[in-house]
């Protein structure tokens, strides 16, 4: 079933965290490393996405995990799988590596789980979401307060780093590309130029492309300033299949902003926040019920299509979302005047 078919009948689910989940493992620096990987150069722990390469089982369990939780699109482990946030690794040259293996690892928990699980196959999907995270690097902003024209990247880096990732993504078997946690809009354009870019020059099959931004405090804006009626406007020219929010606000501060997407989105809407606020120690200690009944609320007033969850969430969480939104109908697309030419 296609994916626009399957959002017209439900919500859709989508994963949790995946770093939380990683972090359950309790990883040393000789895991993150591998065989391949035991007399690199520089310290690599931490370095998350270089786990699809030597760790590959302990990805393919996470994404089990979520889709036995209940999610119908799983995220690759690729937020920062670009030659430019490699870079803090000294490992640009695995960017287009990672991207595929991100996805093999992904496509591979989809068999899996639908072997064990047949009667999964007649609700269409699940389907693989590929990841491309914001960037250590913005367009819009300087790092430098004294030289506020400073850039640190340029435009056309970000639009190559980002082409290299949609082509490891696509050969890796992906359903859709999520351009995700987008605080500067402006590195947001460099991924959508990317991406159509990158079906103008190969002649594939466009993929559907979800966009997902960031507000990042009760201002309703977006770090580089923007509001949110501003980035939706900014980036709708690319006729995503949604756009959303995730990441920096738990449910109960993003309400308000998600509501307000929902009634200027004239398409889908996604919506997958942290497990509330960090506490002092920087955790996230929000239980899933809660964070269920929150977006069963946004389900009900009609807000959403698409809901999980973000930094903090774990299957657990994500179970509790997907029961608690299961019986509710979707958010209905607005219809849309369009002048005639």
């Known amino acids: 079933m296609d994916i626009r ?3 017209e009948k439900r919500i859709l689910i989508i994963d949790g965290a995946m770093g939380t989940m990683i972090q359950r493992y309790k990883l040393e620096e000789s895991d993150y490393r591998g065989e391949r990987f035991k007399d690199w150069h520089t310290d690599v722990k931490g370095n998350n996405d270089l786990l699809c390469i030597t760790q590959p089982h302990i990805i393919t369990e996470i994404h089990k995990k979520y889709l036995e939780a209940g999610a119908d699109i799983i995220e690759t482990n690729t937020f920062s799988s670009t030659v430019i946030a490699m870079a803090d690794y000294e490992m640009q040259s695995l960017a287009y590596e990672l991207n595929v293996a991100a996805a093999s690892c992904a496509r591979n928990a989809i068999t899996e789980f639908l072997q064990e699980h047949p009667e999964r196959k007649d609700k269409g999907g699940p389907w693989v979401a590929g990841a491309i995270g ?3 690097k913005t367009l819009s902003l300087s790092p430098d307060v004294n030289n506020p024209g400073f850039r640190a990247v340029t435009f056309d880096e970000v639009v190559s780093a980002y082409y290299e990732q949609v082509k490891g993504l696509v050969d890796g078997g992906v359903d859709i590309l999520l351009i995700e946690t987008i605080f500067d809009t402006l590195n947001a354009k460099a991924a959508i130029y990317a ?3 990158y079906f103008r020059e190969t002649n594939k099959e466009s993929l559907p492309v979800m966009i997902s931004g960031t507000i990042t405090d009760a201002s309703g804006r977006t770090l580089s300033g923007q509001t949110l009626e501003a980035f939706y406007t900014s980036i709708m020219h690319a006729r ?11 449910a109960k501060e993003m309400r308000p902003h998600i509501e307000e997407l929902s009634q200027i989105a004239s398409c889908y809407v996604s919506a997958y926040p942290n497990a509330g606020l960090p506490n002092a120690m920087g955790e996230y200690d929000e239980n899933p019920e809660d964070t269920g009944h929150y977006l069963e609320d946004w389900a009900k007033e009609g807000f959403v299509n698409i809901v999980g969850g973000c930094c903090g969430t774990t299957p657990d969480h994500i179970k509790h979302i997907a029961d608690h939104v299961s019986s509710i109908e979707p958010r209905r697309l607005p219809v849309v005047e369009t002048e005639l030419v």
């Open 5 to 7: 078919k399957a959002l």
């Open 134 to 136: 914001p960037l250590n």
């Open 195 to 197: 991406i159509k870019k």
């Open 240 to 250: 995503p299949l949604s756009v959303g929010l995730n990441c920096a606000l738990g």
